[in-house]
């Protein structure tokens, strides 16, 4: 059948949108599998087949049958499902526009510039050791891939630096600084230890004698909806309730999980959560989806979850893989037209591939 075009599909409503979503998925059985990162927004959420965090939607990617692996995330965790499927099945992203900001503070040039200015004042290749957050593109991962270098998500980050650091004495730790010096400071290593990488000065900002003092460079990046966070909203909550506990990602500032009593992933968030005696009292500072839909689901065990931020912040792109393209994709799907595949070319695959298999291997 012809492709269907999207105008049709962006004044419908929600509820239009559902029984079409679910007629599709009944069109379309086995032959499709939805993928859901835990920030992904309620009206997509519930049709989810599978849901996690980035370690764990990368795994059940690597794992699942289905021919069709839609993924209602952001760019870069439909990239890393066709990286990790097999060549038969396909990855889609509902919504192309729906990328990581974080991510794209670091691009391959950049990266290669960074590996060259090093290069200048010493051996690189066996000074530095390239570990990429999972939230990064697929040419960078490439890059780790082809540079003895290794991919690491919020759930392993320690795990993996240790590996990295069992290789070679420093890591070059790309794009989220916060991640990077949070996982540092759990190794022991001092905070003067790790200096930040600016990409956009010579030399990052940095001295050559820094640079070989240095411990862990911290590429100059970060998440627009985790650096909402701060120091102030913990000791506020924690005035008002001496009893309650505090919760964040690593994404968030140093002080913040300096100050935090749990750190960890959003799955580590959820089942720490979810598992905590009834009657307590969380502060999460992570995404707003998902800190709502969590406190709806302990409500009736009597736990009180409250958002760290006064203001509202969600991950933007995320949002944008919405019912409405929900419907397009999956609709187009059962007419035999696959809409917005996710492919990365086959080298950038296959050495990307070989980082991420390094991350998935480690004990
Ligand atoms: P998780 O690995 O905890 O799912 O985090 C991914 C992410 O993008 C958080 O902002
Ligand atoms: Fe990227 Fe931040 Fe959104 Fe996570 S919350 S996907 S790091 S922009």
Redesign the pocket.
């Known amino acids: 059948m012809a492709l269907l075009s999207f105008d049709a599909y962006g004044a419908l409503s929600d509820a239009e949108c559902e029984s079409r979503i679910r007629a599709a998925r009944r069109r379309l059985g086995r032959e499709v599998v939805l993928l859901c990162?835990?920030y992904q927004r309620a009206e997509v959420y519930q049709y989810a087949d599978l849901t996690g965090?980035?370690?764990k939607l990368s795994r059940l990617a690597a794992e699942t049958d289905s021919p069709n692996i839609v993924f209602c995330g952001v760019h870069f965790m439909a990239e890393v499902a066709d990286i990790m499927s097999r060549p038969e099945q396909t990855a889609i992203l509902p919504d192309l526009a729906a990328g990581?900001s974080m991510a794209d503070m670091a691009n391959l040039a950049k990266v290669e510039r960074c590996w060259r200015e090093l290069g200048e004042s010493l051996d690189v290749e066996a000074s530095f050791t390239p570990v990429t957050y999972i939230?990064s593109a697929a040419d960078l991962k490439a890059f780790c891939g082809e540079h003895g270098g290794i991919v690491c998500?919020?759930?392993n980050a320690g795990l993996i630096a240790r590996r990295a650091f069992a290789q070679r004495p420093r890591i070059l730790f790309f794009p989220d600084q916060h991640l990077g010096r949070w996982t540092g400071h759990n190794m022991g290593i001092a905070l003067d230890e790790m200096q930040i990488w600016d990409p956009d000065l010579p030399l990052g900002g940095l001295t050559p004698e820094a640079i070989a003092r240095a411990k862990i460079l911290l590429w100059k990046g970060h998440?627009s909806?985790?650096q909402m966070f701060n120091k102030r909203q913990i000791d506020a909550f924690r005035a008002r309730h001496p009893e309650g506990i505090v919760i964040a990602?690593p994404?968030c500032n140093f002080e913040v999980c300096a100050a935090a009593d749990y750190v960890g992933?959003?799955?580590l968030i959820v089942k720490t959560i979810k598992e905590a005696p009834t009657g307590t009292r969380w502060l999460v500072g992570t995404?707003l989806n998902l800190v709502e839909r969590l406190a709806r689901e302990v409500a009736p065990q009597n736990k009180t979850v409250h958002f760290m931020s006064d203001i509202i912040c969600m991950?933007s792109t995320m949002q944008r893989i919405d019912p409405q393209h929900l419907a397009w994709t999956l609709e187009n799907l059962a007419a035999g037209n696959t809409v917005n595949p996710i492919v990365v070319p086959p080298h950038e695959a296959e050495l990307a591939k070989l980082a991420l298999t390094r991350m998935l291997s480690c004990p």
């Open positions: 990162h835990h965090d980035s370690l990581c939230n998500t919020s759930s998440c909806v985790h990602h994404e992933s959003t799955e995404e991950c």
